[in-house]
C-alpha cells in the first residue's frame, strides 16, 4: 500500500510539474532582481553618478562571498546534509534580506558622496547587498536542482530542468524590457524604483516555496518504507566526498565549460542595453527590449532542447553546437561596421539558441557523472567555480571600457554620459566562446572514455 502511495505521487505528472512550477516562479523572481539593473548602467551614470568601472564593480559583488567566503560549497554541503526544504527556504529568506540592503543602499541619499574601503560608499553598499542577494539566489538555484532531479530522475528530467530555466529567464527578460519604464514612471527618473519592484517579487517567491514545503513533505511520507533503507551510513554525504568530486575529470570538464559559457552570457547581457544604445544607435527607453529576446527565445527551446535530450540523447554534442553558435554571434557583434538594429535582432535571436542549447544538455548531465547523494555539493561546486566568471569578467569589462573604450560624451534624457565603442569588450566574450568549444569537445572524448551516457537519453523504458 506504501509503495502504491509513493509511485501515485512521484508518477502523477500533475504533481511533479506543479511542484517543478513553484520552485521555478521563486527563481523567476530571483532572476529578476538579479537583472534589474542590467538596462540602467547609462541612468546610474546621470542619476547616481556611477562610472562604468563602479557599475563594473557592482556587477562584479555578485561572487564576492560566494567566491572568497566559498558560501556556495558551504550551501551545497548544507543541502546534502539538511535537505531541500530548510536548504530552500533559509535561500529565499537571504535574497529578500540582500535585496533590501541593496534597496536601501541605492535610495537613500545618506551615502552618496561617501567613501567606504576606498569605494564610493553608496555603490559598497549596494555591492554588499547584491553579493548577500547573490548567495540567497545560488543556493536556491542548487536546491531547485536537486529538487528536479528528486522528482524526474528516470522521468523527463532534462525538460523538466529546460522548464526551470525558461522560467528563470522570464525573469531576466522582465527586467531587461521593463527596468527603464519603471524607473521613469511617473514623469520622474528613479532607478531604485525597478528595485523595488524587485524586492516585492522576492517576498512573493519566498511565499511560494512554503507551498513546495507542504508537497515535499507529502513526498517524503510517501516513501516512508524506504526510510531504513536511505539512512544506510554508505548512502550519506561525508565531507570526504568532497575530494571524490574534484577527482572526477568529467566533473571538472562541465564546471570549466560553464563558467566559460556563462562568462560570455551573463556579463554580456549586463552591458547588452549599452551596447544597443551606443553601438546599434537604439533609444535607452527601447534598447532593452532587443536583449530581451534572448531569454524569451529561452523560454521556448530549453525545453524543446531538453525534450530532444530525454529522448534521443546526444547530450555532449547539443553542447558542442551551442559553442559553435555562442563563438559566431560575439565574433560578428565585435564587426566595427556592422551596426543595424536588426542585425542586432538577429544576432540575440542566435545567442538565445546557443544559451538555450548549452544549459539544456550540460545540467541534467551531471548527475550521469556524480552519484545523487553528492549532487547538492556537486552543483554547488560548479556554481562556485561559475561564480569566479560572474565576479571577475564584469569587472573585467567594466575596467576596459573605462580604461581604452570611451569615444566622447553625450547628453540622454538630459544627463551627460560618457560614450563607448564595444569592439574589445566583444571580442573577449569571443574568446570565452573559443575555449567553451575545446573544452566541450573534452568533455565528449571523456564521455565516451568512461561511458557516463551522455550521448544516451534520459528517460528509462
Excluded at 30 to 35: H, N, R, S, V
Excluded at 217 to 234: C, F, G, Q, R, V
Amino acid at each position: 500500500m506504501v509503495e502504491k502511495i509513493r509511485q501515485s505521487l512521484r508518477d502523477s505528472a500533475a504533481a511533479r510539474w506543479s511542484a517543478l512550477f513553484i520552485v521555478s516562479f521563486t527563481m523567476m523572481c530571483g532572476y529578476f532582481l538579479t537583472d534589474i539593473m542590467a538596462p540602467l548602467a547609462g541612468l546610474l551614470e546621470g542619476q547616481l553618478g556611477w562610472s562604468r568601472a563602479e557599475y563594473g564593480t557592482f556587477t562584479s559583488s555578485y561572487g564576492w562571498f560566494n567566491v572568497f567566503l566559498l558560501m556556495l560549497i558551504f550551501g551545497g554541503i548544507i543541502l546534502d546534509k539538511l535537505g531541500v526544504r530548510l536548504t530552500g527556504v533559509g535561500a529565499a529568506a537571504v535574497m529578500v534580506i540582500g535585496a533590501a540592503i541593496k534597496y536601501w543602499a541605492i535610495s537613500s541619499d545618506t551615502l552618496r558622496g561617501t567613501t567606504l574601503l576606498g569605494l564610493d560608499g553608496q555603490v559598497l553598499m549596494a555591492s554588499i547587498g547584491f553579493a548577500t542577494f547573490a548567495v540567497g539566489v545560488e543556493v536556491a538555484g542548487i536546491t531547485v536542482s536537486k529538487i528536479i532531479v528528486k522528482w524526474f530522475k528516470g522521468k523527463e528530467l532534462a525538460t523538466a530542468m529546460g522548464m526551470e530555466m525558461a522560467m528563470a529567464r522570464i525573469g531576466t527578460a522582465l527586467a531587461l524590457g521593463f527596468s527603464v519604464p519603471i524607473a521613469k514612471a511617473m514623469g520622474v527618473i528613479d532607478v531604485s524604483r525597478s528595485v523595488l519592484v524587485a524586492l516585492i517579487g522576492l517576498c512573493i517567491g519566498l511565499i511560494a516555496f512554503f507551498i513546495y514545503v507542504a508537497m515535499d513533505k507529502k513526498l517524503d511520507a510517501s516513501e516512508a518504507s524506504d526510510e531504513i533503507e536511505e539512512k544506510n551510513p554508505e548512502d550519506e554525504f561525508k565531507i570526504s566526498d568532497i575530494g571524490k568530486i574534484l577527482s572526477n575529470r568529467g566533473w571538472w570538464y562541465i564546471a570549466i565549460l560553464c563558467v566559460l559559457f556563462y562568462s560570455a552570457v551573463f556579463p554580456f547581457l549586463k552591458y547588452a542595453t549599452d551596447l544597443m544604445v551606443n553601438k546599434f544607435g537604439v533609444v535607452e527607453d527601447l534598447a532593452g527590449m532587443i536583449p530581451m529576446l534572448l531569454p524569451f527565445g529561452n523560454i521556448l527551446l530549453t525545453p524543446l532542447f531538453g525534450g530532444i535530450y530525454d529522448r534521443k540523447g546526444k547530450g555532449a554534442t547539443i553542447m558542442i553546437i551551442g559553442s559553435i553558435l555562442l563563438i559566431l554571434v560575439h565574433a560578428l557583434f565585435s564587426v566595427p561596421g556592422l551596426d543595424s538594429w536588426v542585425f542586432a535582432m538577429v544576432l540575440i535571436v542566435v545567442l538565445g539558441i546557443a544559451f538555450s542549447l548549452v544549459p539544456s544538455a550540460m545540467w541534467p548531465s551531471v548527475p550521469k557523472i556524480v552519484p545523487e547523494k553528492r549532487l547538492g555539493t556537486a552543483y554547488s561546486l560548479i556554481f562556485w567555480v561559475q561564480n569566479w566568471g560572474l565576479m571577475g569578467v564584469p569587472l573585467l569589462i567594466g575596467w576596459v571600457l573605462e580604461k581604452y573604450c570611451v569615444t566622447g560624451q553625450t547628453v540622454r534624457d538630459g544627463l551627460t554620459v560618457n560614450s563607448y565603442d564595444y569592439t574589445v569588450p566583444m571580442m573577449i566574450f569571443t574568446g570565452f566562446g573559443v575555449l567553451a568549444l575545446v573544452v566541450a569537445f573534452l568533455l565528449k572524448a571523456e564521455d565516451k572514455r568512461k561511458g557516463y551516457g551522455l550521448e544516451s537519453p534520459n528517460i528509462q523504458k
